[in-house]
């Protein structure tokens, strides 16, 4: 399973090339508080902007009295939904085709919406201001619980769209019912269980903001934002401002995690961009922690019946599930124009079945808008989730092993490329190997052993697995968009005549390393030393346009574009080679960082000397350009499938009801491994997101609509005390179309983790006769399934 060409090193002096274990090249940076976050940016004059949220869910604007906030010491501009209707900027479009208010003008639609801005001397004046603004609302009934939504009578939330009539977002469907139908119709066993997927808040350490500079002038606007997607939102905001894209530049800084909370655009990006306008000063915007979470694009919130359908003997044979998804006031997540629900079509699993089929019913709430990829690609999390805990609920009626079950149904290896009954393809997988390994790892049987004395015993151990399969690198540019534009990434790759380089990248990296594992994959490339290679990234004006970095899609897209163009570069250089060498190019092998004459080891040059020839004085061979540079723009002809098999032992406290993660086995296959170092990083911060999502975290609301998890004091994140020390393996089923075999691995943890967590606390309350329990998994919430007390709506 290893790579061949992986070398292990950890020593970055030695200049190593290629992929392997290297220390991050930011990470100097960082350690010494050297980051330069959107808050960073101090600009002169610059002044500084607030918002006022609205305290209620649903409610009508009567009246906005300003003029105390106007004459507030400090207050330089203060601005309504209503001003900003006079020049046409009160909506904006979001990038799943709706539209949200920047400033809400007619009503309120969700606790925390954006009602009016002050921008003022300091941060201190701007937030004492708001207090004075004086609005008067007519408070209307609001919609909380998404099946209320549906109901004939509900209040319409979103009167604003012409010829609307109720809260259905859309109504979707993939896979083929009657056939899944006629297949429930003749199985042995069927299970159905209803199944939430509550709503949670990606919460990234640094909230969202944005420093906007407009110069009058020049015409030009400078807007520094914790942007996912910088090329995206310049587009979005030059298509809305009516200004060429060359007169707007957007940098996303370091940014400190996005988790898909960055991707949107938020009203606060464009109040910014207002008040500099208006003021023609800088203006920075930040949030503070709780406007994150009340306002900004939350995750899941998916309500969902799983049915699985089986012979006696335990071959799967369908799947289907209806869903009624909530996306809150406004359709502000991202996806793809053909796939309203994302990448949920996966729901199939990474089981070989005869028919599938999934109906779904999104709606509108009075509730923040989102629905965001939260390590997600596109609703996959929401996907592994229903498969793979509905899978246990049938090993449960079967009374079968959930990992035997999991082993039979597993696509075969001879079976890839592989369609799904959704219309999925598959690019490659090898399953049963990925989760034999973890069942080695874990000591399976050995725990079962385990679990059954301690049960005798009284003692509450659970052993829970998940095997999924992801969809990531969004997307071949046939299928998938954002707001009609292809999802396809440019990169460009100069190497200066010293033989140093420098790669320009369309994705930027919110934690991931970028700067290190993209210059890995140039020097494995064309062999010049990552440390000599820089990387540059998150600048609109310094870099190609591409689609951004959310759905895992770097490696998958950006990772191959920057292989690609690297290649080409190379084919450059052996042309310039052979001149030097005298020899025809097809007599020339490369050898990491040299070309060589074939039988002829002793005559050759290295791809510095070549870097200089190219620059230098003398006539190049016939045809050749001078200059040593290249530019593509990759569109992938597939997405990649990872796959991963999960395994989770927790203990939980009989007294208290508190669960105890106390093993977590992870293996990952993302094919070929750039930087084992950094993958490892990667799984585990998406296990204790994992944690998070499966035993604590929740954004809830009272039937007013206020938002109960306002603040890290109520919206529990885990530490380092809630998670074990996590046991971490791979295997390697290299993607056929990356040009090298490598498939995204940022969100698999996220997506994996919860169902295993889940699988594992139910199996330890089996002797309870629980069958399913929703997340998040408190100690209450076990403490009710254990007294047979349904979970709470
Ligand atoms: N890798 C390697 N190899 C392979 C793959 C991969 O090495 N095979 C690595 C790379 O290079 C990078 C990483 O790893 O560095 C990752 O990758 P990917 O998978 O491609 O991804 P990206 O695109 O880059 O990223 C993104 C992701 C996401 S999506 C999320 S959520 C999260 C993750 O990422 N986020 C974050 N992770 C992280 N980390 C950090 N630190 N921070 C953050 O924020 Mo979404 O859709 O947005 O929801």
Redesign the pocket.
């Known amino acids: 399973v290893q790579d061949p060409r992986f070398t292990e090193f950890h020593d970055n002096d030695q200049k190593p090339v290629g992929?392997g274990r290297m220390l991050r090249k930011e990470d100097p940076r960082f350690l010494r508080g050297r980051g330069r976050y959107t808050d960073d940016v101090q600009l002169p004059g610059m002044l500084h902007l607030a918002i006022l949220r609205s305290p209620f869910a649903h409610a009508r604007i009567v009246s906005v009295d300003t003029s105390a906030a106007e004459a507030s010491p400090g207050v330089k501009l203060v601005v309504t939904g209503a001003m900003l209707a006079e020049k046409g900027l009160a909506w904006m479009p979001t990038l799943s085709n709706d539209v949200q208010a920047v400033l809400a003008t007619d009503k309120v639609r969700f606790q925390g919406q954006e009602v009016a801005f002050v921008v003022a001397d300091d941060r201190y004046a701007a937030r004492d201001a708001l207090e004075l603004i004086d609005v008067e609302y007519e408070v209307l009934e609001p919609v909380i619980d998404a099946r209320k939504a549906l109901e004939p009578d509900a209040p319409l939330i979103r009167d604003d769209l012409e010829g609307k009539e109720n809260n259905h977002v859309f109504d979707w469907e993939t896979g083929d019912e009657a056939a899944a139908e006629a297949v429930f119709q003749r199985a042995d066993v069927v299970v159905q269980q209803d199944i939430v997927y509550p709503r949670v808040h990606?919460a990234?350490m640094e909230t969202c903001g944005a420093v906007a500079d407009f110069d009058a002038v020049e015409g030009k606007l400078k807007l520094w934002s914790t942007t996912?997607a910088p090329h995206a939102h310049r587009t979005l905001y030059a298509i809305v401002a009516g200004l060429p894209e060359h007169k707007i530049q957007v940098i996303s800084p370091d940014?400190g995690?996005?988790?898909?909370?960055?991707?949107p655009i938020y009203p606060g990006y464009v109040c910014a961009i207002v008040g500099s306008i208006l003021t023609g000063k800088p203006v920075k915007w930040m949030e503070d922690r709780s406007e994150n979470l009340i306002s900004t694009g939350f995750?899941r919130d998916y309500i969902m019946r799983g049915e699985i359908a089986a012979t006696r003997d335990g071959k799967i044979l369908a799947i289907r599930t209806n869903v009624l998804a909530d996306h809150g006031a406004f359709n502000g997540t991202a996806a793809p124009v053909k796939y309203p629900a994302g990448f949920f079509g996966v729901f199939t699993g990474s089981y070989d079945l005869q028919a599938a089929y999934c109906k779904m019913t999104a709606v509108y709430t009075n509730k923040a808008p989102g629905g965001?990829?939260?390590?997600?690609?596109?609703r996959i999390t929401e996907a592994v989730y229903l498969v793979e805990r509905i899978v246990d609920c049938l090993a449960d009626e079967l009374g079968m092993d959930p990992a035997e079950l999991r082993l039979k149904n597993f696509i075969q290896p001879d079976q890839f490329p592989y369609e799904t009954k959704t219309g999925w393809v598959y690019d490659s997988g090898n399953y049963e190997p990925t989760m034999r390994l973890a069942m080695d790892m874990a000591g399976y049987a050995d725990l079962r052993k385990e679990q059954e004395l301690k049960r005798a015993r009284g003692e509450l151990m659970g052993i829970g697995i998940a095997f999924f399969t992801e969809a990531?690198?969004a997307g071949p540019r046939k299928h998938m968009d954002i707001l009609g534009l292809g999802m396809a990434d440019g990169c460009e790759l100069r190497v200066h005549p010293t033989g140093k380089a420098v790669v320009r990248l369309s994705?930027q990296?919110?934690?991931?390393?970028?700067e290190?594992?993209?210059a890995?994959?140039v020097a494995e490339e064309i062999g010049i030393p990552p440390a000599d290679i820089e990387v540059v990234h998150g600048d609109t004006d310094q870099t190609p346009f591409g689609l951004g970095?959310?759905?895992?899609?770097?490696?998958?897209v950006?990772?191959a574009a920057a292989a690609l163009v690297a290649r080409k570069v190379r084919d450059k250089a052996q042309l310039i080679a052979s001149a030097m060498l005298e020899v025809s190019v097809a007599d020339l092998e490369w050898v990491k960082g040299s070309f060589q004459v074939k039988g002829d080891p002793g005559k050759s040059v290295t791809i510095q000397d070549v870097a200089f020839r190219a620059h230098g004085a003398g006539d190049l061979p016939d045809g050749v350009e001078g200059g040593l540079e290249a530019q593509i723009c990759y569109n992938p002809s597939n997405l990649t499938y990872?796959h991963g098999a999960y395994i989770c032992v927790v203990d939980i406290d009989p007294g208290t009801a508190q669960v105890k993660v106390r093993r977590f086995i992870a293996v990952d296959d993302?094919?070929?491994?750039?930087?084992?170092m950094?993958?490892e990083?990667?799984i585990h911060?998406?296990l204790t997101d994992g944690v998070g999502m499966a035993l604590m975290e929740m954004i809830a609301f009272d039937e007013d609509g206020n938002c109960l998890g306002a603040s890290l004091m109520d919206y529990l994140i885990p530490t380092s005390l809630e998670v074990p020390d996590w046991e971490t393996g791979f295997t390697v089923t290299p993607s056929p179309h990356h040009p090298i075999g490598?498939?995204?691995?940022?969100?698999?943890a996220?997506v994996g983790s919860p169902p295993a967590i889940v699988n594992a606390v139910v199996d330890a309350l089996k002797p309870f006769g629980v069958r399913h329990a929703d997340m998040p998994l408190t100690p209450s919430r076990v403490w009710d399934a254990m007294r047979g007390r349904a979970t709470p709506p």
């Open positions: 992929f990606p990234p996912q940014i995690g996005g988790f898909g909370n960055k991707v995750a965001v990829a939260y390590a997600c690609s596109f990531v690198g994705v990296s919110q934690g991931q390393g970028h290190t594992t993209f890995q994959i970095t959310y759905g895992s899609r770097s490696t998958p950006s990772g990872p993302c094919g070929t491994r750039i930087n084992p950094i993958i990083g990667q911060g998406g490598a498939k995204g691995v940022g969100e698999s996220t």
